[in-house]
């Protein structure tokens, strides 16, 4: 049987000469490396082991955790894993963790604490430095970057609580 993989991170930076990275979660997944897991990082490196073991997981602040892999001991090596994506097995993640993500993300309702009700996620577009919300309103749509610190949370209806800094949502058609 074909392994399935899931995309549940990617390395935003390194942080140590010791080799850590810091990773960031993505499409609304909570940090889900654990110690022993291996995992793939895409795209692969020429020069660079696609498999990772992870050795240590440390402080998190529910959206960026700080990981070591076995074999990446040194700042330099760190370095050539930031801007990678981090895979895991499906298999080897939390039973229901398949309900969460990108595709589960469609479809809710976003609410900033300022503003208010701002639209329902239509689309996500992925980039490479973030993702993006396309949003549908009444009579527009929103374009709202995804970023760890501006998630405040859920509501009990399920929609998304941001809290988003003046100027960071794009307007097309108001």
Known sequence: MRTRWKTIAHVVKARATSGE???????????LLAEGMEVALVPPALKAPRFLTVSRTGASDGISQLISFEG????????ELVGRTILARAGELPHGIEAIGRDALVGARVEDLALGYLGVIEEILIGRGQDVFVLAAADCKRLIPVRGEFFKGRSNDGSIILDLPEGSILTEGE
């Open 72 to 79: 990446v001991d040194t700042l330099s090596a760190a370095k």
């Open 21 to 31: 990275v810091v990773v960031g979660s993505v499409h609304g997944l909570p940090p």
